[in-house]
């Protein structure tokens, strides 16, 4: 069959885009270093395919990981050396294994984990193809473009597209899973009912949060049913039919688990158990209908994998009572609800945020349209899963990045799309701007290239100012060592001091500068600064945006907050230039070595912690280290009495900084003997 010019050419469109969208994203990620989690998670994914260990790092399923390492395996890299099977589950344990495997095998460790990453850019690709087909499903080609275009230029998804991370995965899943929502009740089938379980159980293994994917498709459902007006049995089917669909998520969940409960070989059991994870995160503050009554109930009756669990309560204890959030040049002690909304309209290009509103407020969506009926039932389905995700982040503790809402991203441009294009047909001179605005979002992504992931618009100073408003995965994930070696090496700069934030064993990199705590556990120097220094200082905006650190005077970094950097090296790692107070550096360092030393010399840990209360006798990460110290030593008088102090101090300097430190110290009050 001959195949039309006209064919030829909206195929070519799409392959071109596709193409640009790969090329943008592998390109871009290749000068990034790796971000946080990129290496725990690539050990566990070695571990899934070699022994089928789903209890390595299990904060995440595996589906992501199980692709990035397949991806690895295919290509012939050695796997992480040492036996596999019985390891510790401990996320100290498998941070140590990421680390050691790239950096620590004589592998090379940025071409092993580029190779890794463009592997999992099959899912951005998915998300592409199906953001496209969506959006032409519902209205029509040029709509699907629109969104296609919106979607591969954009320079939050275009961050996240190849690194070793679930974001853009969910977002792929989630987007699969809701249009085959919308196509089987569009046409109800045996085959496409499947297909939507299937789907369904892809997102449950993409992230925790894809647990969402179930209110949201029982909303959907429940809308068609408001929909099937005068039949009595609409209700019985749909509700059938839902659950049906959930139960083959379940399905396809437990088979990418290996269907095996325990998820470890020979029923290898977890290093804390599922009881104990539960008293300690609810100790912390985390309580609810999951963790108190769902979560053991699964646990009882088998109803998904043991790892699943524990990932679940894991991430549980993050989002409540949640991190610190920066945002807007100021530190919260906890998540607020304005913090994606202002992410939102920061992290966004301009065009976008036109676009969108263009085509939400003059789409037309409640005009009857004979030539693309049930508008407003389209709508509903593109905005179910958005409202269901934004209300669960807004009440979430975890503000630390925009991508935790990315996946409403798609849903977006598909609706602005179809706005877009409803309103250019009905009244065509609009044609102009919406092309216009849809050229100016592409330019301001590739003007974006290669630092896609500090992207900030230009309403308030772009990428280069966002370290002044956010922080976390918004701006610094980690991504700037190659960057930073390579800035040292055109400077010719050897007397610097380097806080760095992040994952990577800087050793590897061979850097010139001396080194400073990055985050409240990192011993990055072995041993502590002196009170002042001169020279160059480059400072990861992560570290020094105080989330890592106790409030106010208490981060280490809060004069070069106060400074102007000489220098942005990739938007994530500052440079000052001066002589800079580094006594709040000595003390955190001194609090991180005290750790270290903690079962090896609690002597010597006990005397660093009395050297950072010296420095810093508002601290209460000081006095938890002195009292740690001394129950190593077998000192509970003194035991008691810092975790009394730490607890006074906390109650002064605000409870609300200190979840984590206050359950540890109030259980060790309830264990150690009286005096």
Same mark, same amino acid.
């Given at each position: 069959?001959?195949?039309?010019? @006209? ?78 099977? /019985? ?9 140590? /294994? ?130 099937? @007006? ?123 945020? *036109? ?15 004979? *030539? ?151 011993? *990055? ?46 938007? *994530? ?100 003997? /009286?005096?």
């Amino acid at each position: 069959m001959r195949i039309s010019g @006209r064919k030829w050419f909206r195929a070519t469109l799409v392959a071109a885009l596709l193409v640009i969208f790969w090329c943008s994203a592998t390109s871009a990620v290749r000068r990034m270093s790796q971000t946080f989690d990129e290496g725990f998670h690539l050990f566990a994914g070695w571990r899934y395919v070699q022994c089928r260990d789903f209890g390595i790092n299990t904060e995440h399923p595996p589906l992501m990981k199980l692709v990035a390492a397949s991806a690895l395996r295919w290509a012939g890299v050695p796997a992480p050396a040492g036996a596999c099977g /019985s390891e510790p589950t401990t996320k100290d344990y498998g941070y140590g /294994s990421g680390e050691h495997y790239l950096f620590g095998q004589g592998l090379d460790a940025d071409a092993v984990l580029y190779r890794a990453r463009r592997g999992v850019t099959v899912f951005a690709l998915a998300l592409a193809l199906l953001t496209f087909f969506f959006a032409r499903r519902l209205f029509g080609y040029w709509a699907g473009i629109a969104a296609l275009v919106l979607v591969t230029f954009d320079p939050t998804v275009l961050a996240h597209s190849a690194l070793l991370t679930t974001d853009v995965a969910l977002c792929a899943c989630l987007l699969g899973a809701v249009f085959a929502v919308y196509c089987y009740l569009e046409r109800p089938g045996l085959l496409r009912l499947l297909l939507c379980g299937f789907a369904l159980g892809l997102v449950l293994a993409a992230k925790h949060s894809g647990i969402l994917v179930l209110p949201i498709s029982l909303l959907l459902f429940a809308f068609a049913g408001l929909r099937q @007006r005068g039949d009595s049995w609409r209700w019985a089917r749909l509700g059938g039919a839902w659950i049906v669909a959930v139960v083959v998520g379940v399905g396809v969940l437990w088979a990418v688990y290996g269907f095996h409960f325990s998820g470890r070989p020979g029923n290898a059991a977890m290093t804390v158990p599922l009881n104990d994870f539960l008293a300690q995160v609810r100790s912390q503050g985390t309580r609810g209908f999951l963790p108190d009554f769902a979560i053991p109930l699964a646990a009882r009756w088998h109803l998904v994998p043991l790892p699943y669990l524990y990932g679940l309560t894991d991430v549980l204890s993050i989002m409540l009572p949640g991190q610190p959030p920066f945002l807007l040049g100021k530190l919260y002690p906890h998540g607020e609800w304005f913090y994606f909304p202002v992410v939102f309209l920061l992290k966004n290009t301009l065009p976008f945020l *036109a676009l969108l509103a263009i085509g939400l407020v003059g789409g037309g969506w409640l005009r009857r349209d004979a *030539a693309n009926p049930d508008r407003r039932w389209k709508l509903v389905v593109l905005l179910t899963p958005v409202g269901v995700i934004w209300a669960a982040a807004m009440q979430s503790g975890l503000n630390i990045g925009y991508r935790h809402v990315l996946t409403t991203f798609a849903f977006l441009c598909i609706a602005a799309a179809g706005g877009c294009v409803a309103l250019a047909v009905r009244r065509p001179i609009w044609t102009i701007p919406v092309a216009i605005l849809l050229v100016l979002h592409c330019a301001t992504s590739l003007r974006a290239w290669p630092n896609y992931l500090p992207y900030m618009n230009e309403a308030m100073g772009g990428s280069m100012q966002s370290y002044r408003y956010m922080t976390d995965a918004n701006v610094d994930w980690g991504q700037g060592v190659l960057e930073t070696r390579d800035w040292l090496a055109a400077h010719g700069t050897t007397n610097c001091w380097l806080a760095y934030d992040g994952a990577v064993k800087l050793s590897y990199y061979h850097l010139p500068c001396k080194l400073l705590a990055g985050n409240q556990g990192d011993a *990055a120097a072995g041993a502590a600064p002196p009170a002042t220094a001169s020279g160059t200082f480059i400072i990861s905006s992560l570290a020094m945006s105080g989330i890592e650190w106790e409030p106010g005077a208490l981060n280490p970094y809060a004069e070069f907050l106060r400074a102007k950097p000489v220098a942005n090296i990739g938007g *994530a790692m500052l440079v000052y230039q001066g002589t800079y107070d580094l006594r709040g550096a000595q003390a955190v360092e001194l609090i991180a070595l005290s750790g270290a030393n903690l079962e090896k010399n609690p002597t010597l840990a006990a005397e660093q912690a009395r050297q950072a209360i010296y420095l810093t006798p508002t601290s209460v990460r000081a006095y938890m280290a002195l009292a740690r110290a001394d129950k190593a030593l077998g000192d509970a008088a003194g035991a008691r009495d810092n975790f009394a102090a730490a607890l006074k101090q906390a109650e002064v300097t605000g409870a609300e900084w200190y979840p984590w430190e206050m359950a540890e110290a109030k259980k060790a009050l309830a264990t150690l003997p /009286s005096k």
